[in-house]
């Protein structure tokens, strides 16, 4: 079997991220000419490819902190990812179009209560380039320490004096008594391209990103 056809050939591929926000994404996907059932499958589905022939599209599932990676070397032609891992991992992307989707923030938060931070302050984070780079924006050298998941653990348990991390509603830090201290930048989905690549695709790139911004302008129609 031969491999992906690589960025550059008849179909236009797009990496869309796997989960949440891809349940998010289906219904502006729908707009553009994809259906729904394409993209989240049916039962036990477990395609990682997802043929489009209607648009002369080829869908990759992969999981978000990947899909930079696949437009950047070139294996997709666009993608769907958010600005936290293109921040994080220092991709330098064109961003055409903010899609609007799985907006969050990335927030410093601390214990409730607490009133002034140790000089220099622990962060605990899963983004530790964007934690060091926000706290070094302030003129503070903090200690960042990487952890994987349960960051709300790190103040409770006293491995770090506050955490860096995404918050939607804030409901998990509530329940574990945490506050948000201060927004390190806003955070949502955004259609990325790679820049070279992007000019070689002309046309049919830029048609892509057309009907990706129609299809959001309708949305946000009244």
Not at 6 to 13: E, K, Q, Y
Not at 180 to 206: H, M, Q, W
Request: hydrophobic share 45%.
């Amino acid at each position: 079997m031969e491999g992906l056809p690589r960025a550059g050939r008849d179909v236009l591929t797009l990496a869309v991220p796997k989960g949440r926000v891809l349940r998010a994404l289906a219904p502006l996907l729908a707009r553009v000419g994809v259906d729904p059932v394409t993209v989240l499958g049916e039962g036990e589905d477990r395609r990682l490819i997802r043929e489009v022939p209607a648009l002369g599209w080829r869908l990759l599932l992969l999981k978000p902190d990947d899909v930079p990676t696949w437009v950047e070397y070139g294996a997709a032609d666009l993608g769907v990812c958010g600005r936290d891992v293109l921040l994080e991992r220092g991709f330098d992307l064109y961003q055409p179009l903010d899609l609007g989707v799985g907006r969050c923030q990335m927030v410093v938060a601390t214990r409730q209560g607490m009133k002034t931070l140790p000089d220099p302050p622990r962060i605990a984070t899963k983004y530790p380039r964007c934690a060091a780079a926000h706290f070094a924006s302030k003129g503070i050298q903090a200690e960042v320490i990487y952890v994987q998941g349960s960051v709300e653990l790190a103040p409770l348990t006293g491995l770090a004096d506050a955490i860096v991390d995404l918050v939607e509603t804030g409901e998990t830090l509530r329940q574990n008594a945490l506050e948000v201290r201060e927004v390190v930048f806003d955070v949502s989905s955004v259609l990325v391209a790679n820049r070279a690549a992007y000019k070689l695709r002309g046309a049919r790139a830029r048609a892509a990103v057309e009907a990706f911004r129609a299809a959001f302008d309708t949305e946000k129609s009244p």
